[in-house]
């Protein structure tokens, strides 16, 4: 059984090209629960208020579902996630502080350790003129007021997070492929990536 994440900023295209590897291998897929976090509008407007209950709903939706994927294990041969449960990690060292920071961070060392690593993870980095471009195409009314500072520094983070981190992973640039539009950089995208997971 193979376990594949692609991960990225805020409108790399993550979901978008884990149905395509997720059809490729006939794998499950698992995508990351956005609109139902029921503070997240609100977090885009009020950003010190409602960041601990984003971060919180987020951090504990993740863990259930990443924690049944053992309990699928016998019926699927691979699983595609469009998200790494340390992604919300990333973000909490953005948005939270003081008290609400220590607190998150001890629920996240507590869930952790009990979820399974992904054998390969696809890391879709981005700068902020494309993911602007691509947030506005897909017109989500709660992130319309995302901007470009914003994005750079997320863009930062996930940069420095995947500088130390210790599993497999691959650099994909999203500004090289449209892998959403052209068949020819979908099929180019998708062997050198199926290549890696199948050596490992």
Do not use: C
């Not at 990690?89 to 920071?101: D, H, K, P, Q, V």
């Not at 992973?169 to 998708?190: N, Q, S």
């Amino acid at each position: 059984m193979s376990y594949i994440v692609v991960e990225g900023p805020i409108g790399a295209g993550k979901t978008s090209l884990s149905r395509i590897l997720s059809e490729e291998l006939d794998a499950r897929l698992m995508l990351e629960v956005v609109e139902e976090n029921p503070f997240l509008a609100n977090f885009y407007q009020d950003p010190d208020n409602f960041a601990f209950k984003v971060q919180v709903f987020f951090l504990l939706s993740r863990y259930k579902q990443i924690l049944d994927l053992n309990q699928g294990a016998l019926f699927f041969e691979h699983t595609v996630s469009d998200y790494l449960f340390d992604k919300d990690y990333i973000f909490a060292t953005m948005n939270l502080r003081g008290n609400e920071w220590e607190l998150y961070q001890e629920l996240y060392q507590h869930l952790k350790p009990k979820l399974t690593e992904p054998d390969l993870v696809v890391y879709l980095r981005a700068e902020p003129d494309l993911l602007l471009n691509r947030i506005s195409k897909r017109a989500r009314s709660f992130e319309m007021n995302i901007e470009a500072s914003y994005l750079r520094t997320l863009g930062q983070a996930y940069d420095e997070y995947f500088r130390s981190y210790s599993g497999k992973y691959i650099v994909i640039e999203a500004k090289e492929y449209d892998f959403v539009g052209k068949e020819i950089d979908r099929e180019r995208l998708v062997n050198d990536i199926l290549k890696i997971t199948r050596a490992a």
